[in-house]
C-alpha cells in the first residue's frame, strides 16, 4: 500500500501525492528545474542545500543511482517533487533505487503532483518557502511550519556543506579511470570549499595542478600561506550576504595579485569583496539549458546554472570590473573580470555535471592565467 503525501505552500496551497524516500517532515525553499537528464548529479550539488526541487521532466528516477556520478557525498536537497517517480531502475551502473537512496539519507520527497502546475506559480510568483510531510502530519500543520520558518536571505548555510578540515583532493582509482584524470603536476590551486562540486575538481586536477582544499572560513592569510599559483572559490548554497568572513577572505586573496577564479557563489563574493551588492532573483536560475551571450565575441553559450542570487551590475566599478558575460534570458551579470588583477568568474557553471560543455574552456584561460608555458587543454575531461 502506497503512503501518502502532503506538500504545503506559504500561499497557502496544499498538494497531495505519494510518498517517496524518507518517511520525514522537511520545511525548505522550493525552485524548479527544467534539466532533462542529471538528477543525481542536481540532487548531490551541495548548492541546492536547504531547498526542494521540481523537476519538470515528468519522469524522473529510471537510471537509478550510481557511485561515479555523486557532486557530494550525499543528496543536499531537503525534497524532492517529481510528477511521476520511475518503479522501476534500468541502468548497467545503477547499484540502488532513487527512491532508497533517498530513504537512505533522510530525504522526503512525494510524485504525483502537477509539475506543470507548480512550476508555472514559481515562475509568476517567485520562489516560495515550502514543507513536507511523508508520514502524515497535517496539511494546516506544514502551514504553519512553513510560514514560521525565516528562509535563507542573510542566512549562513555554507557551514552545513564545506570539508571541517583541509584536505588534498586526488580522486579515487575508480572515478579517475571513468573520467581519464593525469596524475597531478606542479601546479598547485587553493579551493575555498563554500560547497564544492566534485566535478568541478576533476576539472582542475585535469589540468595536472595539485588541489589543496580549504573549509569555507578560512582566511586570506591562510590561503596565501600555503603560497598557490592559483585560488578557486567554489560554488555554494545561499545568500552571499550572510558570508562576511569570506567576503573579507574574497578581498585579501584578490588584492595578493595571485589568480584567482570564481564560480557561482564565488562569482558572488567575488563581487562584494569589490563593493557591489548581490540580491534575489524572483525565481532563480536551475536548468542545464541557460542561454548566455559571451560579450567579446557575441557567441552565445548554452549553461548549466543554480543560484537564486546575482550580482548587480551597476554596482561594481566599471574602471576596475569588465562584464564578460551576460544572461540572454533577464539580463543579469554571468561573468566578470578585474582589469588591474588575474581574476576572473562566472555565475554559471563550466564544469557541467550535468549539462552542456559550452564554457568548459573556462578551467584553460585559469591555467593560462597560473603557468602561460604550460597551460593545457582539459575541457574534454568529464
Not at 12 to 28: C, E, I, Q, Y
Not at 148 to 153: N, Y
Not at 302 to 315: E, K
Not at 351 to 360: L, Q, T, V
Request: charged share 15%; glycine share 10%.
Amino acid at each position: 500500500m502506497q503512503t501518502q503525501a502532503v506538500l504545503a505552500l506559504e500561499d497557502g496551497t496544499l498538494l497531495n501525492g505519494t510518498a517517496l524516500g524518507a518517511s520525514a517532515d522537511a520545511v525548505f525553499e522550493l525552485v524548479f528545474n527544467t534539466s532533462l537528464t542529471g538528477y543525481q548529479e542536481m540532487l548531490t550539488d551541495p548548492s541546492y542545500r536547504g531547498q526542494g526541487v521540481v523537476f519538470t521532466n515528468p519522469h524522473i528516477g529510471n537510471t537509478g543511482i550510481n557511485r561515479e556520478d555523486d557532486e557530494s557525498d550525499r543528496p543536499q536537497v531537503s525534497a524532492l517533487v517529481v510528477r511521476a517517480a520511475s518503479p522501476l531502475v534500468s541502468n548497467w551502473r545503477a547499484s540502488e533505487s532513487l527512491d532508497s537512496w533517498l530513504a537512505r539519507y533522510g530525504v522526503p520527497g512525494i510524485s504525483g503532483v502537477d509539475t506543470r502546475y507548480l512550476t508555472r506559480k514559481l515562475r509568476e510568483g517567485g520562489t516560495l518557502k515550502a514543507a513536507i510531510s511523508t508520514r502524515g502530519t497535517p496539511g494546516a500543520q506544514l502551514l504553519e511550519m512553513t510560514r514560521a520558518w525565516p528562509g535563507l536571505d542573510g542566512v549562513d548555510t555554507v557551514r552545513a556543506v564545506s570539508c571541517a578540515q583541509p584536505y588534498a583532493w586526488t580522486p579515487d582509482a575508480a572515478q579517475a579511470a571513468w573520467v581519464g584524470l593525469p596524475a597531478a603536476g606542479d601546479r598547485h590551486i587553493v579551493v575555498l570549499d563554500y560547497g564544492v562540486k566534485r566535478n568541478i575538481l576533476r576539472k582542475l586536477s585535469a589540468g595536472g595542478a595539485r588541489l589543496t582544499v580549504l573549509p569555507a572560513w578560512s582566511t586570506a592569510a591562510e590561503v596565501l600561506a600555503l603560497h598557490p599559483d592559483g585560488i578557486f572559490l567554489s560554488n555554494g548554497p545561499g545568500d552571499p550576504a550572510g558570508l562576511p568572513y569570506a567576503v573579507d577572505a574574497t578581498r585579501g586573496v584578490i588584492e595578493s595579485g595571485v589568480p584567482v577564479f570564481g564560480i557561482c557563489l564565488g562569482h558572488q563574493l567575488i563581487g562584494r569583496a569589490l563593493g557591489g551588492s548581490t540580491g534575489r532573483l524572483k525565481f532563480g536560475h536551475h536548468s542545464g539549458n541557460h542561454p548566455v551571450r559571451h560579450c567579446a565575441s557575441g557567441r552565445a553559450l548554452i549553461t548549466a546554472q543554480n543560484h537564486n542570487y546575482a550580482v548587480a551590475l551597476a554596482s561594481l566599478d566599471p574602471a576596475r570590473v569588465e562584464a564578460t558575460h551576460l544572461s540572454l534570458n533577464d539580463g543579469t551579470l554571468e561573468g566578470m573580470r578585474l582589469l588591474d588583477r588575474p581574476v576572473f568568474s562566472v555565475q554559471f557553471h563550466p564544469e557541467a555535471a550535468p549539462g552542456p560543455h559550452d564554457a568548459a574552456g573556462l578551467f584553460d584561460q585559469f591555467f593560462e592565467l597560473i603557468h602561460p608555458t604550460k597551460a593545457g587543454t582539459i575541457s574534454s575531461v568529464r
